[in-house]
């Protein structure tokens, strides 16, 4: 059962490459929503009530602390 779900699995990958490869050149070049599109987007259909520079600044947040998490449990745990 597994190794025919597995095999139409990699049937269908390998279909849904052929068919972006297929349409990969009427594809626009330009991929950039623009600002106001943006922050459509993140009001009407993330849900979200942040402007993209709060996201940002959440973000940069987010990471710093997962960097000093980071060293903090390196330096904790450098003896064992």
Known sequence: KLNSACERASDALEKYQQQLKQKLPTLSQ?????????????????LMPF????????????????????????NRNKDV
Do not use: C, H, S
């Not at 330009?30 to 993330?46: C, E, K, M, P, S």
């Open 30 to 46: 330009q991929t950039a929503l623009g600002r106001d599109a943006y922050i459509w987007f993140l009001r009407n259909v993330a």
């Open 51 to 74: 402007m993209p520079e709060e996201l940002l600044a959440m973000g940069k947040q987010e990471w710093n602390r997962a960097v000093a998490f980071e060293a903090y449990e390196k």
